[in-house]
């Protein structure tokens, strides 16, 4: 393992078959896990990306509990299943299945805990590229993937934790000041967004230290 503190650009390639993982740390910003494989390097890489291939594909963030249990069989409960991020939670919404067309549904502030202002949908979104990456100081969201799979990291300013949404009747609830990012959407991936405000600029925090100090910053 090789580690560097970076505080310039680096001009070099890796041209050996050998692996290597480097833990970079640039300025100002959090440690980031990269693994590169006969690859010609040009670090861009954001906050704690993990990254393989060649051309690189993010394929994970360090430090991050992966959520591993499968909510489909829990009860629709109208309160969500809670996770290990403040506020966040998973919402199992039935699924009813009909010769003349399968049907899932949920109702807002019962499942939903918001009326939405405004909603945005996904799409088209290649393999390689990460959406989100911030959050919001007033607005809350909830995500459903229409069709395909999407990998979700939240992250609450203390703890992270990744989620995959891979079926319609599927919610995941990010609260106010949570980090969010969206990644690995398979081709066939379209994400529901609804979100319990109007469209501003001003409430977006797009630095992720800026979002660590507010959200360790006492109430």
């Given at each position: 393992m090789i580690r560097f503190d970076l505080s310039i650009d680096l001009d070099y390639k890796v041209l050996t078959p050998t692996d290597f993982v480097f833990i970079i740390q640039p300025t100002n910003t959090a440690h980031q896990r990269v693994t590169w494989e006969r690859l010609e390097i040009e670090p861009n890489v954001a906050w704690e990306e993990q990254v393989e291939g060649n051309p690189a594909n993010i394929v994970g963030y360090v430090n991050t509990k992966?959520?591993?249990?499968?909510?489909r069989d829990y009860p629709h409960e109208v309160?969500?299943?809670a996770t290990s991020l403040k506020g966040v939670k998973l919402f199992n919404f039935p699924n009813i299945p009909?010769?003349?067309?399968n049907l899932t549904v949920g109702?807002?502030?019962k499942q939903i805990p918001f009326?939405?202002?405004?909603?945005?949908?996904?799409?088209g979104v290649p393999t390689a590229e990460?959406?989100?990456e911030h959050a919001h100081v007033r607005c809350h969201q909830f995500l459903i993937a229409l069709s395909g799979s999407i990998n979700v990291i939240?992250?609450?300013?203390?703890?992270?934790?990744?989620f995959i949404l891979n079926r319609n009747n599927l919610g995941l609830y990010l609260p106010a000041m949570t980090w969010g990012i969206q990644y690995r959407y398979s081709r066939d991936a379209v994400?529901?967004?609804?979100?319990?405000?109007?469209?501003?600029?001003?409430d977006y925090i797009r630095d992720y230290e800026t979002f660590i100090a507010m959200s360790r910053a006492p109430a």
């Open positions: 992966f959520h591993v249990e499968d909510v309160g969500g299943i009909d010769l003349r067309g109702e807002f502030e009326v939405p202002r405004r909603y945005f949908i996904v799409y990460t959406r989100g939240a992250d609450d300013g203390a703890n992270r934790e990744e994400l529901l967004v609804f979100a319990s405000e109007f469209y501003d600029p001003q």
